[in-house]
C-alpha cells in the first residue's frame, strides 16, 4: 500500500513527443503532477490537449519520451516489459470507456481477471463481495451481453478495484453511458475514494462529472495551465475549459 506521505503517482517533467523531425508532436510538455492516497482528480482539456496521453504514461501504458513516473513510490523509467507489466496488474487500475469486459466470461470471472493473471487465487467470496459492492448482486453468472451498459461498467470497476489497488485510472468512464448510469458510476467512484481511500484520477469532457472530485487539472497543449477545486461546481469548470479552448485557438 502507499505510504503516508508517498504519492500514489507522481509524473516529474513528464514529456512524451510522437515523431521526429518536423514531424514530432509533443502530446505532453514537461508536465509535473502528485496525485495523493485518498484523492480523486479529474483531468479536463480540449482536443488534443494531452489527457489520454497524460493518463496513459501515468498507468505504465506508454513510455515517456524525457522526464519520469513513479507509482506508489517506484520510478517505473528504467523497469523492462515484464516488470511493469507486473507493477501494473498489482498497483493499478484502469477503466475504460467502452468498457473492455471479455464476452465469454461471465461477471464474475471478468472481475477476478487481474488476480488470476497475476497468478492470484481470489480469496473466497472476494469476488462476489466486490460485485456486490458495485450494486450486482446476484449477477455473478451474467455475461456481459446479459447485462446493460451501466452494469457493464460497474463490472469493470469492480475488476479495477478487486486488487485494491495504488491508482484508479478512469478514461471518460460515464461517456458510453445515459445520464442515470453515468451519475451511478459517478457514485461508486466517490464511494471508493471517501470509504475505501481508493486513489482515482479520472479523464473526462464532461464538467457535470468533474464536479464530483476533489480537484481538476486543466491541460492545454500538453501543459497543466490551472487547477480548481471539484467543489467549484460544473457551471465554474465549464468557464474554465472554454478558457482553455480559447486559448489553444488563439495560439
Same mark, same amino acid.
Given at each position: 500500500?502507499?505510504?503516508?506521505?508517498?504519492?500514489?503517482?507522481?509524473?516529474?517533467?513528464?514529456?512524451?513527443?510522437? *515523431?521526429?523531425? @518536423? &514531424? %514530432?508532436? $509533443?502530446? +505532453?510538455? !514537461?508536465?509535473?503532477?502528485? =496525485?495523493?492516497?485518498?484523492? #480523486?482528480?479529474?483531468?479536463?482539456?480540449?482536443?488534443?490537449?494531452?489527457?489520454?496521453?497524460?493518463?496513459?504514461?501515468?498507468?505504465?501504458?506508454?513510455?515517456?519520451?524525457?522526464?519520469?513516473?513513479?507509482?506508489?513510490?517506484?520510478?517505473?523509467? *528504467?523497469?523492462? @516489459? &515484464? %516488470?511493469? $507489466?507486473? +507493477?501494473? !496488474?498489482?498497483?493499478?487500475? =484502469?477503466?475504460?470507456?467502452? #468498457?473492455?469486459?471479455?464476452?465469454?466470461?461471465?461477471?464474475?470471472?471478468?472481475?477476478?481477471?487481474?488476480?488470476?493473471?497475476?497468478?492470484?487465487?481470489?480469496?473466497?467470496?472476494?469476488?462476489?463481495?466486490?460485485?456486490?459492492?458495485?450494486?450486482?448482486?446476484?449477477? @455473478?453468472?451474467?455475461?456481459?451481453?446479459?447485462?446493460?451498459?451501466?452494469?457493464?461498467?460497474?463490472?469493470?470497476?469492480?475488476?479495477?478495484?478487486?486488487?485494491?489497488?495504488?491508482?484508479?485510472?478512469?478514461?471518460?468512464?460515464?461517456?458510453?453511458?445515459?445520464?442515470?448510469?453515468?451519475?451511478?458510476?459517478?457514485?461508486?467512484?466517490?464511494?471508493?475514494?471517501?470509504?475505501?481511500?481508493?486513489?482515482?484520477?479520472?479523464?473526462?469532457?464532461?464538467?457535470?462529472?468533474?464536479?464530483?472530485?476533489?480537484?481538476?487539472?486543466?491541460?492545454?497543449?500538453?501543459?497543466?495551465?490551472?487547477?480548481?477545486?471539484?467543489?467549484?461546481?460544473?457551471?465554474?469548470?465549464?468557464?474554465?475549459?472554454?478558457?482553455?479552448?480559447?486559448?489553444?485557438?488563439?495560439?
Amino acid at each position: 500500500m502507499t505510504d503516508h506521505g508517498t504519492p500514489a503517482v507522481e509524473l516529474r517533467a513528464a514529456t512524451r513527443t510522437y *515523431g521526429t523531425g @518536423e &514531424r %514530432a508532436v $509533443t502530446a +505532453l510538455d !514537461r508536465v509535473d503532477a502528485r =496525485f495523493e492516497p485518498g484523492t #480523486f482528480t479529474a483531468v479536463m482539456g480540449p482536443s488534443g490537449s494531452g489527457k489520454s496521453t497524460l493518463l496513459h504514461c501515468a498507468a505504465g501504458l506508454d513510455r515517456l519520451s524525457n522526464g519520469e513516473v513513479v507509482i506508489d513510490g517506484v520510478p517505473v523509467g *528504467g523497469m523492462s @516489459e &515484464r %516488470a511493469l $507489466t507486473r +507493477l501494473r !496488474r498489482s498497483r493499478v487500475g =484502469f477503466v475504460f470507456q467502452a #468498457f473492455n469486459l471479455v464476452p465469454a466470461l461471465t461477471a464474475a470471472q471478468n472481475v477476478a481477471l487481474p488476480l488470476r493473471l497475476a497468478r492470484r487465487r481470489p480469496e473466497p467470496g472476494a469476488v462476489a463481495a466486490m460485485l456486490a459492492e458495485v450494486g450486482l448482486a446476484g449477477r @455473478e453468472g451474467h455475461r456481459p451481453s446479459e447485462l446493460s451498459g451501466g452494469q457493464q461498467q460497474r463490472v469493470a470497476i469492480a475488476r479495477a478495484l478487486v486488487s485494491r489497488p495504488a491508482v484508479l485510472f478512469a478514461d471518460e468512464p460515464t461517456g458510453a453511458l445515459d445520464a442515470a448510469s453515468g451519475a451511478a458510476v459517478l457514485r461508486l467512484l466517490r464511494e471508493a475514494v471517501d470509504r475505501h481511500r481508493q486513489t482515482i484520477v479520472m479523464v473526462t469532457h464532461d464538467p457535470l462529472a468533474a464536479a464530483t472530485a476533489d480537484r481538476v487539472l486543466f491541460l492545454a497543449d500538453g501543459r497543466v495551465f490551472d487547477e480548481l477545486p471539484g467543489a467549484a461546481g460544473a457551471e465554474r469548470i465549464a468557464l474554465h475549459i472554454a478558457h482553455a479552448q480559447h486559448t489553444v485557438v488563439a495560439r
